[in-house]
């Protein structure tokens, strides 16, 4: 059939006229992109010849109007008759009719697009620059890409694509690879492509149209975040996978597929690909080398959760690669890259364990790796050119400021097209020639380079060049400062070669705290080889308090941290964080000290050079750990624990070979707390600076300590000094319900109030204090003249009183009488120039209020009156503050253990005389009181006192 179609084409050809054949406005550049695979093969590719040469029979081609050339493509894309080739419809048809078919199973148009763009519209192959291009590719398959090349390609206008489906199924990407839907053309089979063929002529010979400036709204303008580079290395989109991971663990994938081989001379700006879940991924740029692949080098990100990402290279780690080279990617643990069934046919490359390879090292991926099958990667990576390129007989100057010489990185001479290629490696050649001076005239010519690759053949001269200094080693850092804070360190590295003419030497900065200079805002600590851990508390440093804590570290490997309910490694509940474990490639935390991981992340977290910064932060269930200084950004690993431990102290650790040295904020200090006619003679509140407090002149200490310690958590040890006026007296007693109420409590309640009283002054000359504890009936346990003698002992007295009935009914009422009439006597103690201070501790509403006979006692201001709630009733509370006699003497706690944070305020009110004023005055009084009753016993008191108060 195809031989019947060449003689039928061959004879008509003779009647046509130039007068007859379709002749344009305009010069037009055309090429047909046809499809050269298993599925358009035997009759079908007789059909796809025929079309097109029926085509080309009926356009006006000859040197001025319109030119016709062939790209074929499967999975390579190859210039098959350039523009200038045939001048003649006969003679285009010709050739059309007589291509080879071919049985390759890949039909790469993307990858036809790019070769079209860049290598076949050339003014080798007979592109003009009036011309406009026109691009007309058929395909029958599924294949993702298209539509942004087209996209490229439409951006210089007047180039223009002209879509031929044959009932591929994905009419949207090749609609949209066409740009408009004048320019889609679909046919059921390729038997039915002559329905399309008059359409499609129409189409081809219009002259194209000026583009409209359309003007946008910046703030309505989409911008599709996921369109690859312009320039990319392979083209496999994110959204035409199906989503999930491959199954792979720990391994490393190279891709060898034609897609993913590097064309030309360039740099990989970014790597744009889809992750589902967090970690970090090593993206691979390997080489061939014999049997072998030699790493090159390699990016690396960390990634969180599941998202389409663009990863832009730092301008200094983009990765040089020349045409053969390949890419690849390495993760711990699951592969993170998002893996699917390929709409189109898939990708080819190996898989295989990492056996940690390094950059210029070599690896067997043929005889170490596992071919990759039916799946595809939704990876790609961008492309820059890196080399300049110029063609044989041709001369480039090159030339650098005087302080550098030009090197030539690399260099070769070659020779590329569909029918022959070769190429030799010049660099040496190349740089013994510019002998590293500032100025170069590089040659293209074979006496220049010496040889010549290609014989016959048109060939270049490609090579990428820099302009270089030689520098010698580092010089040291400048010197700390006095105090680090936010100040930037420089060194420079000296000039070896121009003789001290380099120009402006290289710098680096660091910041001072990176570098681990002093600064006064620290917690510096070190931690031996030894992998055991150490307390913060030495440093007053606790988690108690706090939510998150910020912090930097140096060491080579292992940086452990235990967060504890208990200060102590081996008691109590923990939290195990490692950061850099297992020699700086993983990082985890554990349930427990060696315990079960709840999360770990691979990576390389520690620089070991510098201090590194780092966070880790606890909410509820949940424990984070992140780089930087800010708790809550870039977070790296999070452990849920359904039933959290607390958390009050940290322990840090370093070993396996390594030690470390790190770096706590400085706010542990502590803030005094002053009372009235106090003043502070040392001031230091540093994490165990001691603080001296002293009474102000005509004042003594009747509470508190003189020398408080700063300790953990901002705590000052003791209790702040209380000072009152020098003739001050006081006589205490401590009126305490001791009832089926408080049973459950009473022993934490009489040790608080037993620390209470500890903290006093106790002398006959100044503070004598006694206890009361009631339920229904009242014991008089601890008279003022009993520990005169010892604050320590009478905290011990108070702290063993046990509760001796527990009676469920009280009689609060009672309690302040036998105070007033049975306690306060000289017998026990009582000093006739002392105020007298009832300090009532009450947990039950008594029906026998105290309130009237508080009354009473207060007829003598030398009585003063203060109560404490324990959880009261409103009913107890009302009772207490009539009792205190103001809101001021009343004290509300929700338990025994909240007394201590209220001492300051009990003292500051039960220890300090009140200022009243007596006016002296002599009166007489006489009375008679009624019995007083004390368990079985019964007494009648009458009186008759004279007094002369003043």
């Known amino acids: 059939m195809n031989d019947q179609i060449i003689s039928s084409i061959t004879q008509c050809s003779a009647s046509i006229t130039p007068a007859s054949l379709i002749t344009p406005s305009c010069q037009l550049d055309i090429v047909f992109i046809m499809e050269r695979t298993e599925s358009s093969s035997h009759e079908n590719y007789v059909f796809l010849k025929s079309f097109f040469a029926n085509i080309?029979?009926?356009?006006?081609?000859?040197?001025?109007?319109?030119?016709?050339?062939?790209?074929?493509?499967?999975?390579?894309?190859?210039?098959?008759?350039?523009?200038?080739?045939?001048?003649?419809?006969t003679d285009i048809s010709y050739q059309i009719l007589k291509l080879s078919e071919d049985t390759d199973q890949r039909y790469l148009i993307d990858n036809a697009l790019v070769h079209t763009k860049n290598n076949f519209f050339t003014s080798a192959n007979g592109d003009r620059p009036s011309a406009a291009n026109y691009y007309v590719f058929v395909i029958d398959g599924v294949r993702s890409g298209a539509s942004i090349q087209g996209q490229h390609i439409a951006d210089s206008w007047p180039n223009t694509v002209f879509a031929i489906d044959i009932n591929s199924g994905y009419e949207n990407e090749y609609r949209s690879t066409a740009g408009d839907n004048s320019r889609y053309f679909y046919a059921s089979s390729y038997a039915n492509l002559f329905t399309i063929e008059s359409d499609v002529i129409t189409a081809i010979t219009r002259c194209p149209v000026s583009q409209p400036v359309i003007t946008t709204d910046s703030s309505t303008t989409n911008v599709n975040a996921s369109a690859p580079c312009l320039n990319s290395l392979i083209y496999l989109y994110p959204e035409d996978l199906t989503e999930g991971n491959d199954g792979g663990k720990d391994m490393m994938y190279l891709m060898t597929d034609y897609v993913f081989t590097i064309k030309g001379c360039?740099?990989?700006?970014?790597?744009?690909?889809?992750?589902?879940?967090?970690?970090?991924?090593?993206?691979?740029?390997?080489?061939?080398?014999?049997?072998?692949?030699?790493?090159?080098?390699?990016?690396?990100?960390?990634?969180?959760?599941k998202d389409t990402t663009t990863f832009n290279v730092d301008e200094k780690d983009r990765i040089f690669v020349l045409e053969g080279d390949l890419i690849g990617w390495r993760s711990a643990g699951d592969n993170l890259i998002t893996s699917g069934s390929c709409l189109g046919p898939c990708a080819e490359g190996y898989k295989a364990s990492p056996n940690n390879v390094q950059i210029e090292e070599e690896f067997d991926w043929t005889n170490s790796g596992t071919s990759i099958g039916s799946t595809a990667y939704a990876i790609k990576a961008c492309l820059e050119d890196a080399c300049i390129k110029i063609p044989v007989g041709t001369t480039r100057s090159r030339s650098c400021s005087f302080e550098y010489y030009l090197e030539v990185m690399h260099a070769r001479w070659f020779c590329s097209s569909w029918t022959y290629s070769n190429s030799l490696t010049v660099t040496s050649t190349v740089n013994s020639k510019c002998n590293y001076q500032t100025t170069c005239n590089l040659q293209a010519t074979t006496s220049w380079l010496g040889g010549d690759p290609c014989p016959g053949h048109t060939t270049y001269l490609e090579w990428r060049d820099t302009c270089y200094s030689f520098w010698g080693d580092w010089e040291p850092w400048s010197p700390c400062p006095v105090d680090c804070s936010n100040q930037i360190l420089v060194r420079y590295r000296a000039c070896v070669k121009p003789s001290g003419s380099c120009g402006t030497p290289p710098a680096e900065n660091i910041s001072c705290k990176r570098l681990g200079c002093y600064s006064s805002s620290d917690i510096s600590r070190t931690t031996p080889d030894n992998q055991v851990f150490y307390s913060m508390t030495t440093d007053c440093f606790v988690a108690m308090g706090r939510e998150s804590v910020a912090f930097r570290a140096r060491a080579n490997t292992d940086i452990h941290i235990a967060l504890g309910?208990?200060?102590?490694?081996?008691?109590?509940?923990?939290?195990?964080?490692?950061?850099?474990?297992?020699?700086?490639?993983?990082?985890?935390?554990?349930?427990?000290?060696?315990?079960?991981?709840?999360?770990?992340?691979?990576?390389?977290?520690?620089?070991?050079?510098?201090?590194?910064?780092?966070w880790f932060s606890w909410n509820g269930s949940y424990v984070y750990v992140g780089t930087g200084s800010s708790p809550g950004n870039g977070t790296f690993m999070t452990c849920y624990h359904l039933t959290p431990y607390t958390i009050n102290f940290i322990w840090i650790m370093t070993g396996w070979n390594s030690s470390g040295e790190w770096r706590f904020p400085n706010d542990v200090a502590c803030s005094h707390v002053t009372n009235s006619y106090v003043s502070i003679t040392t001031n230091n509140t540093s994490c165990n600076g001691t603080s001296t407090y002293a009474c102000n002149s005509g004042f003594k200490q009747v509470a508190g300590n003189l020398h408080r310690t700063c300790g953990f958590g901002g705590i000052l040890t003791g209790y702040p000094l209380v000072c009152s006026v020098s003739t001050c007296k006081i006589d205490i007693v401590f009126i305490v319900e001791a009832s089926a109420y408080t049973s459950l409590f009473h022993s934490t309640l009489m040790t608080a109030i037993g620390d209470l009283a500890g903290s006093l002054r106790l002398s006959t000359s100044d503070i004598l204090a006694g206890v009361i504890t009631y339920d229904d009936i009242v014991d008089l346990n601890i008279d003022l003249n009993d520990y005169y003698y010892s604050a320590s002992t009478l905290d011990s007295s108070i702290t063993s009183i046990p509760i001796s009935n527990a009676a469920s009914t009280v009689n609060l009422a009672e309690a302040l009488r036998v105070g007033f009439y049975d306690f306060f006597t000289l017998a026990k103690g009582n000093r006739f120039t002392a105020f007298r201070h009832f300090v009532v501790i009450a947990k039950t509403h008594s029906l026998q209020t105290g309130a009237p006979v508080a009354d009473q006692i207060r007829i003598n201001l030398k009585n003063q009156l203060f109560s404490v709630g324990i959880s009261p009733s409103a009913s107890l509370i009302t009772d207490l503050k009539a009792i205190a006699g103001d809101n001021s003497s009343y004290l509300e706690v929700s338990s025994p253990d909240d007394l201590y944070s209220q001492f300051n305020t009990l003292l500051q009110n039960i220890a300090v005389c009140s200022n009243i004023t007596f006016e002296p005055t002599t009166f007489g009084m006489s009375f008679s009181r009624l019995v007083a009753v004390k368990r079985k016993f019964r007494w009648t008191y009458y009186y008759r006192i004279k007094y002369n108060v003043i």
């Open 56 to 89: 080309a029979q009926q356009l006006h081609v000859s040197t001025s109007t319109i030119r016709i050339g062939v790209v074929t493509y499967n999975t390579h894309a190859n210039t098959t008759i350039a523009l200038n080739a045939y001048m003649t419809p």
């Open 266 to 305: 360039s740099l990989i700006t970014s790597w744009e690909f889809s992750h589902w879940k967090s970690g970090y991924i090593h993206f691979m740029v390997w080489r061939p080398s014999g049997s072998k692949y030699k790493l090159l080098g390699y990016n690396s990100i960390y990634v969180s959760g």
């Open 565 to 614: 309910s208990e200060d102590s490694p081996s008691s109590g509940t923990h939290y195990e964080i490692i950061i850099g474990g297992w020699n700086n490639t993983q990082s985890a935390i554990r349930y427990g000290i060696g315990g079960t991981t709840c999360v770990s992340e691979s990576g390389t977290p520690l620089s070991q050079s510098y201090f590194d910064e780092f």
